[in-house]
């Protein structure tokens, strides 16, 4: 009852990547950085495992970037072509890669590294990869030129991706769609169809996470142009009630988004954002225990899974560390509410 999880990323140790800066430069040789990768997974795993997280993930140690991890090594998409254009509706602009050809998956992408992550925890094993809308929103399109086709192509090689690292041990596959929170409209258009195709005969929990983005200053600013209730979750949770993915990963703590709006997600498993990653504040596990108890009104304890916001891979180490522990200590405090 109220198993603790993370979305994913965790902050690279100093001595694999520079600290606290998303697509931070590698700090190891290149015939050195798969091993120093493998050992910041087994630091990510351990520190997860002493915080008290009941499902884990590997931290995403071995990529820079959650979605251009899993593009570079597709074909159809020229990682070195790379354009400036606005993504997420044109909240901030990135430099992004462009899809030159048909996608395809000539090999496994993540394979290697559920199988490492796999062998060396006890523990339900989570990752995460893009989702097509997301991936969709963060490249520079000169071949399909329509959203909703290249959606498609991407959800078919995410399904062969997630196929193998099922039989390879995964429990839990994460699609990362903060897009769901841009596009509403397209959402419910062809969204969620692109999910089902992507995790289409699966026999995993499958899982999608929808924040409001990491804490950097683009998506802060945001935030504060979206007034004192933040409602964009109002019109996509029904679509999702209605989808066939198991679990739906959503922003709540330090957050405006009304906590009644989790009740829209009835029949789902909710990962209830507990930890704020937009702030260097360390919540306390009180604190934390106080955001699950207020979400309990609206998700049963059964379905309701205390998490982080997002990825954390921005924050310092110690703080991401705290802030870990405080999520572990404050699910153990609202699991002795209910044992009485």
Partial sequence: MLRTTITGSLPKPSWLAEPERLWAPWRVPAERLAEAQRDAVLVALKEQEAAGIDIVTDGEQSRQHFVHGFLERLEGVDVGRRVTIG????????EVPTVTGPIARPRPIHLDEVRWARAHTDRPLKFTIPGPMTIVDTLADEHYRDRARLAMAFARVINEEARELVAAGLDVLQLDEPAFNVYLDEVASWGVEALHAAIDGLRCTTAVHICYG?????NVEWKQTLGGEWRQYERIFPVLAGSRIGQVSVECAGSRVPLDLLGLLAGKDVLVGVVDVATSSVETPEQVAATIREAQRWVEPARLFPCTNCGMVPLARKTARAKLAALGAGAQLARK???G
Wanted: hydrophobic letters at 45%; proline letters at 6%.
């Fill in 87 to 94: 993504i997420r509706a044109d909240r901030y602009r990135a």
């Fill in 214 to 218: 990491y804490g950097i200053p683009a």
């Fill in 337 to 339: 509410d209910l044992a």
